[in-house]
Structures are given as C-alpha cells and as structure tokens.
C-alpha cells in the first residue's frame, strides 16, 4: 500500500480541504494537550469517526505508518530500561507510551486527510489560506512530498524485494539494511535530478491555476468539529 490519494465518495472526499486542514490541526492540537489516559480515550474515538468518515479501515492506516512504529515503539522500550535492578522499571514507559500513542493517532488521521484529497486541492487550500510567497512556498512543498514520497517507498519495497530475490536474507541484518538504504538512497537522488528536469521541461509555473475550492453544508458540522477540538484543548 502507499500513502497516496484515492477516488472515493466518502463524507472526507465531499469536504473542502481547507476544512479538513482545520479538522487535521484541530485534533493535533488536542492531542498534544490532553495527554491523560482519559483523553487520549476520547481521542481515539475521535480518530475512529475520522476514518470512518474517509471509508478508510484502521488497520489499512496503521499499515501507511507502520514505518514509524518501530520509533514509536523504541521510545517507551528505552524509558523502561533502568542501569540496575530490577533493569525493567515499567512504570517509567508510561509517559513515553502515552506521547507514542499520541503521535500515533495524529498519523493515523493525517492518513485519512492523505487518502481523501488530490494534491492539487491541498496545494491550493495551502496557498489560499497562507498569503504571499509563503504560501506558494509552503504549496508547492506539500504536492512534492505528497506525490514523491510513495515513489520513495515503493523504490524501497523494490530494492527489499529484489534483495530476497537474490538470498540476501541469508546476509547479516546489517549489511541486509546498508544494501536497502544505499538503493533507496541512490534512486532517490536519481529520481530528484530526473524531477527537476522534468519541471523545467514543463516550464513549472510558481503560482499555476488551481482548482476552485468551495464550502458545502458538509464543512459546517465538521468545522464546528475542528472549532470544539480546538476549544477542549484550550480547557
């Protein structure tokens, strides 16, 4: 799977992106405020109508971010190590794992905002919202990554497969790594040379026309939603 947009009907697919950037920020802010068991309950019931709302399966998202679990899951796994006995003091990973768990469902709803929204229509929520060069500048790194880094990890997932292909799993996890990073590294160096002469072959306009971004009665209900995150995490 790749981290990219996908056609769909869903309620997230029928809203303003400007909308679903307030609900994003939204729910980030929130999260980072309520760090409680409690809040980060009520948070994940948040995250859950979120993917609901994008028609998007929880397990499908937590596969678009499974890169970082491993970061995730290190933290917390580092905190309960201590240099004497008992050498495993639980008790110290529970903040850690508490902000793991925060990072994680703010992942997990930018994946909906991902999966629902072409990249020319967050270019153009970014620019409109954000006046001047700032927002041309800002624009036009978001719709890079967005189209750029599922080709990176797809280069990736090729070098890996390509590399069992040749036994390479017989080799030291090590090297096995090395070998994955230097062809992910190469091809994305290859890759940003072949972009920048592609952008200059198609006269890359710095402020192109975008599409026309309207609001519905859909973004109603959900900015009242992005204004009440944004109100509990005042609280």
Known sequence: MTLAYEPGDSVAHRLDPRTKLAVQVGFAVAAFAHTTPRGLVVATGIAAVVLAAASTSPVDSLLEVRYALPFLVAGPAVAALTLGPPWVALSEASGPALASYRVLL????????????????????????????????????????????????????????????????????????????????????????????????????????????HLSRLDGPALLVAGGLLAWAAV
């Not at 620019?127 to 990176?152: D, S």
């Not at 292909?165 to 090395?178: D, I, K, N, S, W």
């Not at 590294?185 to 972009?195: E, K, M, Q, Y």
């Open 106 to 213: 703010v992942l997990v709803v930018s994946t909906a905002y991902v999966r629902t929204t072409p990249v020319r229509d967050s270019r153009a929520a970014i620019q409109r919202t954000i006046p001047g060069r700032t927002g041309r500048l800002l624009g036009v790194g978001v719709a890079l990554v967005f189209r750029f880094l599922p080709v990176l990890l797809a280069d990736l997932r090729g070098a890996r497969t390509a590399m069992r292909a040749r036994l390479g799993t017989e080799r030291p996890l090590v090297e096995r790594m090395r070998i994955v990073a230097a062809a992910g590294v190469g091809r994305a160096f290859g890759r940003a040379d072949r972009l920048g002469l592609a952008l200059r072959a198609r006269c890359f306009a710095w402020n192109p026309t975008l599409p026309a971004l």
